[in-house]
């Protein structure tokens, strides 16, 4: 096989220290450009709104009314018992303050008294320049303090609108991709470090993928730099977990098949190759799979999601490159010493035939039809979990772990003035029909009061006021009734933007993404493993069980978010996030346990080979299992939701994958099926044992001279 030749490339005597330089001058030309990938991040709407909504048409045609990208802050005095003479002195004079601060732009509005007479509201328009949302944080806090400085005793102030909620999301995103970093690494440790019980082993698959980690980050700015390759905060802290998670399970399904070879081999040289050899075409299978899956994204409509894939895909691809080039070059240039104290010495039987693994493997063997339909009927009862399942959006409020300022002071500002009166409804229209344009907007239920025309060349602007919270489902359906309103005026040529309307194209893009992707995501893997087990049957199969694991996670999960973690819904692009991490990475252990289970199978039969795979791959599997689900977990780190949900549902997933799925339910069927696992290939035709004995150890190897 080609992975021959580039086995005795990567560890060969003189060519191990050639792929070491190699990566040596690729971190040194890399590592600056990683530093960079934050100066080219999008995380403005446009980075995430869907191209051709009908919101973003309007976010471009509102240029045309105000040239700079202008957000407006809206600050909230109130008092209980009612404002003094001194309450609105002070805010009258924080007007002069608030226009002399950094990107604040035009006419300070206000002060507005409210009907009760409890509050006082005062709108700040905000220019949104080239730093973006990240400057933002600094324009809320000086626009905040103006107003709490001097402030009457009783009087309190809050800060509510969109740069207020930008404020707090840009806070929760700083430092993400360090947090997130650090804290992969120390569960990525901690776990090498339990699973190979050596004090220094642990060392090189995190080397490895640091590498890694920079060499893609670097390609990624210079395509984003480039190449418009769109990069936000999501996709770049995902990055970090997928390069070190997936790069991690190859490097131990690397290592575990070194260590066997060692055992059989004196020359490490020639154990690596072999390794290699053997373990390289699942390992870059299980790369293509992933690769190849995260790459459907770029077909999502929603732009987040879009530019998540190529992303994705890169890191994989990168991380692929350093497990199968610089790892094995580091491993035979320290030699056997790196597994001290437990060393595989050549000669040694292979504990795996006769460890955990092979023992359970031995006892699914006695009832296997029992074991998978058992498996199965309990997975089942656990995807019934999805009943309860909501992934209709987070609202504001929601979409913090811990309540934020700018929820806070939403909640403040509905207690007296009009839910959606800092976010409106804003409609862009020909000219020719402003007046029809605005009574249909007026006469639609949930639009509380329209503003009049504003008129530039061609066109007008319309904006209406909210009954209800911009971010309330109430909301959403008051905007879809003023899209089917306006809509209806001839020649008005009307589209219907703002905050909800963003929320509500958003939503409709991620259940389009769902639809599309989904299907095309388990029809990708099942072709690539047909392709790989050349069968029909077990890919078929294979398939069926994933949806099964995927269902059971997702329902498991929603349980828990609903009655442990007191979430009350999920974001709409919950539902692809997890299908597509957890059917992409969790197909890694298909194809690590099934190409050894065919390898075993061509020399001794269907039901042994299961048998022999089993106790071969069952160690290794669970490890990068467990170290998956471990960096998947590191995200519920971040204080916000959407994460958190993430986070724990493929964390799940991949447990649930690893530890019942793949090493009972899998191994179950292959039993109860046998031959015709490989059906239509020749390997269908092969005869076999009908009752399997458990593996015996490994046979001693042939005598070899010491090198």
């Not at 029992?370 to 309990?378: F, K, L, Q, R, S």
């Not at 009061?449 to 911009?470: F, I, M, Q």
């Not at 467990?626 to 959407?642: H, K, R, Y």
């Amino acid at each position: 096989m080609a992975t021959g030749g580039v086995a005795r490339l990567v560890c060969g005597r003189r060519t191990k220290w050639i792929v070491l330089a190699l990566w040596i001058v690729v971190l040194a030309l890399t590592a600056p450009l990683a530093g960079k990938l934050g100066s080219v991040q999008e995380n403005d709407n446009a980075a995430w709104l869907p191209g051709g909504a009908e919101s973003t048409q309007v976010a471009d045609l509102s240029r045309q009314f105000q040239p700079d990208d202008i957000a407006p802050a809206i600050v909230v005095y109130e008092r209980s018992s009612g404002l003094t003479p001194a309450d609105l002195a002070k805010a009258q004079a924080d007007v002069a303050a608030m226009r002399a601060v950094q990107n604040v732009t035009g006419d300070v509005v206000g002060p507005v008294p409210s009907k009760d007479k409890a509050a006082i509201e005062v709108f700040v328009p905000v220019r949104i320049d080239d730093d973006g949302w990240e400057a933002l944080p600094d324009v809320a806090g000086a626009i905040k303090s103006a107003a709490e400085t001097g402030a009457p005793a009783g009087l309190d102030v809050y800060l509510a609108g969109p740069v207020a909620a930008a404020a707090d999301s840009a806070d929760a995103f700083a430092g993400i991709d360090g947090r997130l970093l650090y804290t992969t690494l120390a569960v990525v440790a901690i776990i090498l470090l339990i699973t190979y019980r050596s004090p220094v082993l642990w060392l090189l698959p995190i080397i490895t993928a640091g590498v890694a980690l920079a060499s893609a980050q670097a390609v990624i700015y210079l395509l984003a730099k480039h190449a418009d390759l769109s990069v936000n905060a999501q996709s770049a802290g995902i990055l970090t977990v997928l390069v070190f998670g997936a790069g991690t399970d190859y490097a131990l399904l690397l290592v575990a098949r070194y260590r066997e070879e060692l055992r059989r081999h004196s020359d490490r040289h020639e154990a690596m190759q072999l390794a290699l050899h053997r373990a390289g075409p699942a390992i870059i299978a299980s790369a293509a799979t992933v690769a190849v899956g995260m790459s459907c994204l770029t077909l999502a409509e929603l732009n987040s999601t879009a530019g998540l894939g190529p992303v994705a895909a890169l890191g994989i691809v990168v991380g692929l490159a350093a497990m199968v080039s610089l790892l094995p070059a580091l491993l035979v240039i320290c030699g056997r010493w790196l597994f001290w104290p437990v060393k595989p010495r050549y000669g040694t039987p292979e504990p795996t035939a006769t460890g955990l693994w092979a023992r359970l493997g031995g006892r699914i063997a006695r009832r296997p039809r029992v074991v998978w339909v058992t498996t199965a009927v309990a997975l089942g009862a656990m995807a019934l979990g999805l009943l309860q399942m909501n992934a209709v959006g987070l609202t504001s409020a929601d979409q913090f772990t811990t309540e934020q300022p700018s929820t806070v002071a939403e909640e403040a500002l509905a207690r007296h003035f009009p839910a959606g009166g800092g976010q409106p409804v804003s409609v862009i229209a020909n000219a020719s029909s402003a007046e029809q344009v605005r009574q249909s907007l007026a006469a639609v239920p949930g639009i509380s009061e329209v503003a009049e025309p504003v008129v530039r060349g061609d066109l007008a602007l319309v904006d209406g006021t909210l009954a209800s919270p911009p971010d309330s489902a109430a909301a959403q359906q008051t905007v879809e009734r003023a899209r089917d309103a306006v809509h209806a005026v001839a020649g008005a040529d009307a589209k219907v933007g703002g905050y909800t309307a963003v929320v509500v194209d958003i939503n409709d893009a991620n259940r389009h993404d769902n639809q599309l992707i989904i299907p095309l995501v388990l029809l990708v893997v099942l072709i690539i493993l047909g392709l790989l087990l050349r069968a029909i049957v077990a890919p078929l199969i294979l398939i069926a069980t994933v949806v099964l694991s995927f269902a059971a996670a997702l329902g498991v999960s929603v349980l828990v978010f609903r009655h442990i973690f007191d979430f009350p819904a999920e974001d709409t692009s919950f539902p692809l996030f997890v299908f597509v991490f957890l059917v992409a990475l969790g197909i890694d252990y298909n194809i690590f346990l099934m190409t050894r289970v065919r390898e075993e199978a061509l020399q001794h039969g269907t039901r042994r080979g299961a048998l022999i795979g089993l106790g071969a791959t069952g160690g290794v599997i669970t490890s990068a299992g467990i170290v998956l689900a471990g960096t998947f977990a590191a995200l519920a780190s971040l204080p916000l939701v959407a994460f958190v949900e993430i986070g724990f549902a493929v964390a799940f997933g991949v447990l649930l994958d690893t530890l019942i799925v793949r090493s009972v339910l899998v191994t179950a069927l292959n039993l109860d099926v046998g031959r015709w696992m490989w059906w239509p290939s020749k390997l269908a035709h092969k005869p076999d044992d009908p009752t399997p004995a458990v593996p015996d150890a490994a046979p001693e190897p042939e005598p070899e001279p010491a090198r």
